[in-house]
DNA sequence: GGCAATTGGTTTTATTATGCAACCACACAG
DNA sequence: CTGTGTGGTTGCATAATAAAACCAATTGCC
């Protein structure tokens, strides 16, 4: 097989979570939708992109968990694609690309928009990583260990 | 020209951050970059990819800025990739997937390692989105807005 | 210094994914 | 029941990915 590889069976989190979202789309789908769109034909024209990639990319994000196709909504016979919690989810994640980019790109005058606070519209701080009692924790400052004793029960 | 869209030109910041991280490999390099593996050798027999496609990426993530390679180390003649500030900057994001598995996971059984506080051995709070004053920020209790006066010049 | 193994790739070839455009079925409006 | 828009599917061309073979320079070892 030289399929292209896959980390379903990976251990590591972050692979696994690229094995769901790590392409070139469907984070910008799940952007879009975030920002409420919801049908076929929105993500079509707003994102510019391929009709048959988008239908690969909607089931596999439905299959995910990450979407759920709605009957309706506005009364016609045609569904929708709403995220899952799940799929909300995801937001810390797209904060902390926006985030990225806004820090380090070399044309950041480039970048349209920025993320605010909704109640006072000013710009939102850095995601913060913490320890439990608080304390603001940078890359340095942590370590990952062996995930602990998988609590006797079925999850 | 049927080439994979590039987003290089985009104004989304989220697009912008994809372009240059948003591929299969990318992330899982840097991974293992801050976890502090340097060389060819080591990325790929730690990672299990082909050889040619970590030439690939590493050339990319270097045009990108996010790795750099540095003469030597161990006084031997071959180079080493190190991580560039920018790279070290991914960290929030891969935290971000990290968690994202964590808590939506089907099989979180399956996920080996948990990110604790270098200090105690204790897990690390969720990554947190406030406020200018403090305050806990939802989904919800954000929006986007077009990005304030592009200070005069060029652009 | 001589020789084999290691490192860090490149080349070749096969397979898969992506992208565009054309096509098509169904819903809906009249 | 005819025309139009929505929501796809199908074919075909091209690009990306993968595995394996190959290769040059660097080391380790004697």
Redesign the pocket.
């Known amino acids: 097989?030289?399929?292209?590889?896959s980390f379903e069976g990976d251990a590591c989190p972050i692979a696994r979570s690229l094995e769901a979202i790590g392409?070139?789309?469907s984070l910008l789908i799940i952007r879009e939708a975030l920002f409420g769109l919801r049908?076929?034909?929105?993500f079509?024209t707003k994102l510019?992109?391929?009709?048959?990639?988008?239908?690969?990319?909607?089931?596999a994000l439905v299959d995910h968990g990450i979407l759920a196709?709605a009957p309706a909504s506005d009364?016609?016979?045609?569904?929708?694609?709403v995220l899952t919690p799940k799929g909300r989810g995801t937001f810390p994640i797209l904060v902390a690309l926006r985030q990225w980019s806004e820090e380090f790109d070399d044309r950041p005058a480039e970048i349209a928009t920025i993320l605010v606070d909704r109640k006072n519209g000013r710009p939102v701080r850095k995601l913060e990583l913490r320890a439990e009692n608080g304390r603001l924790l940078s890359q340095a400052d942590t370590t990952v260990k062996p995930r602990p004793a998988p609590r006797r029960r079925s999850a």
């Open positions: 097989m030289v399929k292209r590889t392409d070139w789309w049908r076929f034909g929105e079509q510019g992109m391929a009709k048959n990639i988008l239908t690969v990319r909607l089931r196709t009364g016609s016979a045609y569904q929708e694609y």
